[in-house]
């Protein structure tokens, strides 16, 4: 079901003011312009979000080229809450905004794209509150994390990333422990870093500039 102001031709549809109810949990509201349809995967969006909502198996079912990303895991989210602003392509857009998900909550300011077969590749600041970084990430090993600051690199898992960290790690959880209070800024690439990292943790009490190599 659909209710606003509409200017539509099947290329280029606009719309003001538009609520949307579609699926079995989706629900838009917002104003947006959508360039190129009927293919979704080539259509330009600009999405700008007063609340919207959906579930993963809605949104396989709107654009079921999502379920060929596995890297991160956007299975994992089963239900998202944004309000903020999106342009671009499925692939390859900017967004900005809140995203409020059932592993946790970001603010972002983000370009991001999703190469065929490639690693993903994203650059801006990010703002996480308890966000399951080992269920986006499918690793055992991590828990959630608190995060403010920049990034900028490639790659979402252990074996392929390779970021520039620029922050505060206001808690991160390793191994089943929850280190607090860490600034780092540097380069990870795979299991290595190099710069520079001062931690405040009452179990880990250094200033560090250097190199990290936990590869073996």
């Known amino acids: 079901s659909i209710t606003g102001k509409i200017k539509v031709s099947v290329s280029d549809l606009q719309g ?3 609520r949307i109810h579609a699926g079995q949990h989706t629900n838009l509201y917002g104003d947006i312009h959508l360039t ?5 995967d080539r259509t330009f969006i600009n999405f700008k979000s007063n609340d919207f909502r959906t579930t993963y198996n809605d949104a396989i079912t ?7 990303i596995h890297q991160p895991h956007i299975d994992r989210i089963q239900n998202l809450h944004f309000v903020g602003n999106f342009q671009g392509t499925i692939r390859n857009f900017t967004t900005s905004g809140t995203i409020e998900t059932n592993i946790g909550s970001m603010v972002t300011n983000v370009s991001m794209r999703f190469p065929e077969r490639r690693p993903t590749i994203y650059s801006g600041t990010i703002l996480t509150n308890d966000f399951e970084l080992g269920e986006f990430m499918g690793d055992s090993s991590l828990g959630k994390v608190s995060f403010r600051g920049g990034i900028e690199g490639s790659g979402l898992t252990i074996n392929t990333v390779n970021a520039g960290l620029d922050g505060n790690i206001r808690e991160f959880n390793f191994k089943g422990y929850s280190y607090s209070n860490i600034f780092v800024k540097g380069q990870l690439t ?14 880990l009490l250094a200033t560090l500039n250097g190199l990290i190599d936990l590869s073996g």
Not at 36 to 40: E, K
Not at 190 to 203: A, E, L, P, Q, V
């Open 16 to 18: 003001n003011n538009i």
């Open 36 to 40: 190129g349809l009927p293919d979704i």
């Open 62 to 68: 709107f654009i079921p080229s999502l379920k060929d």
């Open 190 to 203: 795979k299991k290595r870093f190099n710069g520079t990292i001062i931690s405040k943790d009452s179990n």
